[in-house]
């Protein structure tokens, strides 16, 4: 069987409808500013940009979300880099420094010593 279409000339699209359907109606129950055509263009138009776009809404949302959690982790990163440099000069400024460094990171010890790790906890 083949379903009839009723000419909506208020909107100027053409919408399906069983045929004991009363089309005046129908069209009574919209209100009359939704039944502009521009309105209805307009709606379709933002309803488009908004959900079915290629940068929808909800898109720019997480885009905003993973930008906030990408410049927290570049602050993160930037201070560790000032730290990295103040290690690595303090390195750099003699054997002392480096004996240090390696006695309190790593735990080395010279040959004839004992290394005694006391966890504070």
């Known amino acids: 069987m083949i379903t009839p279409f009723f000419f909506i000339a208020d909107c100027s699209i053409f919408i399906p409808l069983k045929l004991g359907m009363n089309l005046s109606k129908l069209i009574n129950n919209i209100p009359e500013r939704f039944r502009n055509k521009y309105f209805v263009v307009s709606f379709l138009f933002v309803a488009w940009i908004f959900f079915f776009d290629e940068d929808n809404i ?3 949302i997480q885009n905003k979300r993973k930008l906030g959690e990408l410049l927290i982790q570049k602050k993160y990163y930037k201070e560790q880099i000032v730290s990295d440099r103040q290690k690595l ?4 400024m003699g054997v002392n420094e480096l004996e240090k460094f390696a006695r309190e ?3 080395m010890s010279m040959p004839d010593e004992e290394v005694f790790v006391v966890d504070e906890n």
């Open 58 to 60: 909800t898109d720019h």
């Open 89 to 92: 000069e303090d390195l750099n």
């Open 105 to 107: 990171q790593y735990f």
